[in-house]
Each structure stands twice: as C-alpha cells, then as structure tokens.
Nanobody
Framework: QVQLVESGGGLVQAGGSLRLSCAAS????????MGWYRQAPGKQRELVAQ???????NYPDSVKGRFTISRDNAKNTVYLQMDSLKPEDTAAYYC?????????????WGQGTQVTVSS
C-alpha cells in the first residue's frame, strides 16, 4: 500500500501562485510515476502534470508554462508549483501514484485539496 497526503490548497486571486505538496509513504518502491490531477464540479478528472522516476515530466497544453511538477526523492514528496493561476484552474486537486506496468494493481490517490482562484 501507498499513502498520499496532499497539502497547500487554498484561495488565491487570479494571477497568483500556489504550491501543492504530496507526501508519499508505504511501498513507494512499487511506484514509477507520480502526478497531479484535478476535477472541477460537473467535469471529468483530468491530468495536470506527471513526473516519472527518471524525472521526465508531462503537462497538458492548458497548464504548460504555468505549472511545474518536481519531486524530492529524499522526502518522498512531489510538488506542484502553480503560477499565473486562472479562475478556470479552480478544482479539487488530487495526487496520484502508480506503476505504469501494473496500473490496475498499483494505483493510489490522495484525498484531494481544493484550489479556488477568484477573478
């Protein structure tokens, strides 16, 4: 099992910044990709950023250039730096940890943290 604990959400004005953190514990050795997803009311959960154990990152066009994912392997923590926030970034943000070779067996989610961007 892998446990994920997120922190760092909150209320911010448009154009502002927030940094989310996701601390992982447990059988972390089984994980090779960690990421952040978000879900707004009435919408599907979508990928925001992901980072592999080798450091390769991936972002959708909607956040590219504004969001940055990073990881501190010593602390087993993944961060999401969000800059130039827009009202459409408002959503619940979820940390994800998975094994891409065995995604059905090893796929874990955090409890979510709310990000609200006011116009």
């Amino acid at each position: 099992q892998v446990q994920l604990v997120e922190s760092g959400g909150g209320l911010v004005q448009a154009g502002g910044s927030l940094r989310l953190s996701c601390a992982a514990s447990g059988s972390i050795f089984r994980i090779n990709v960690m990421g952040w997803y978000r879900q707004a009311p009435g919408k599907q959960r979508e990928l925001v950023a992901q980072i592999s154990d080798g450091g390769t990152t991936n972002y959708p066009d909607s956040v590219k250039g504004r969001f940055t994912i990073s990881r501190d392997n010593a602390k087993n923590t993944v961060y999401l730096q969000m800059d130039s926030l827009k009202p459409e970034d408002t959503a619940a943000y979820y940390c994800n940890a998975r094994n891409t070779y065995q995604p059905r067996t090893y796929n874990y989610w955090g409890q979510g943290t709310q990000v609200t961007v006011s116009s």
